[in-house]
């Protein structure tokens, strides 16, 4: 029987590829307040701004290629049945070769209608104002803003239950409802946690290995005592 690894990640597997994490350490994304540029009242207030701002991140993400954390990621289904879940609005771990990706927060190279939540199109290129679905109504990122339902959590609750294996690389644990899904996995399954900077994880039964390392450090020292 093939082990079901799960890996849930965060901005922290993706900075060594040069994507910058979702905030500085003053809270701004980007010099923006994250309210203006991530909720859906910044967005009916000022519209302009935010599609700006996103096609800034959608042009940089075309620029940068996944980085050997994302690579030995894939290169583990060789060995492993792995479902990554990921906060990441980037599709650095499809490029890689991951097949079973899940994005809780959305993606970056998606839009969808203001009107219908259901209608989702792939988009590579800027977005504007009068950019409209096929009934007249005007298109958005595809991306979970503060204050929206995250509608991958269902699904991604479903996969952690099933889990052998739990890796957690490249998050701070803070964003909720992500971060809750630790307390979902099985008690005896082990929890490896890959960060440079790892958060306390406080009342986990299961067994824990904290990896204080870059992402890319880490998967290299996790792929070795993985197969052996």
């Not at 096609?55 to 993400?61: G, I, S, V, Y």
């Not at 070769?97 to 927060?105: A, E, P, Q, R």
């Not at 199109?121 to 950019?131: E, N, P, R």
């Amino acid at each position: 029987m093939v082990k079901k690894l799960v890996v849930l990640s965060g901005a922290g597997i993706s900075a060594e590829s040069g994507i910058k994490t979702f905030r500085d350490a003053d809270g701004l994304w980007e010099g923006h307040d994250i309210m203006e540029v991530a909720s859906p009242i910044g967005f009916a207030k000022n519209p302009e701004l935010v599609l700006d701002f996103y096609n800034k991140r959608r042009a940089q993400l075309l620029e940068v290629q996944p980085n050997l954390a994302h690579e030995i990621l894939a290169e583990l289904e060789q060995n492993f049945e792995v479902h990554i879940i990921t906060q990441n609005v980037d599709d650095l771990h499809e490029r890689a070769g991951s097949k079973n990706v899940i994005h809780l927060h959305g993606e970056l190279l998606k839009v969808r209608s203001v009107y219908n939540e259901q209608i989702i199109l792939d988009w590579k290129t800027d977005l504007f104002l009068g950019d409209l679905d096929q009934f007249g109504n005007q298109l958005r990122p595809h991306i979970v803003w503060f204050g929206e339902e995250v509608p991958a959590m269902e699904k991604a609750l479903e996969i952690v239950e099933q889990a052998d294996i739990l890796l957690v690389i490249g998050t701070s644990l803070q964003v909720y409802p992500a971060a809750g899904l630790i307390n979902y996995v099985n008690q005896n399954i082990p929890v490896y946690y890959i960060d440079p900077k790892p958060a306390t994880i406080y009342d986990l039964p299961n067994p824990l290995e904290v990896m204080p390392f870059a992402a890319t450090e880490g998967m290299k020292i996790l792929k070795d005592l993985l197969i052996r």
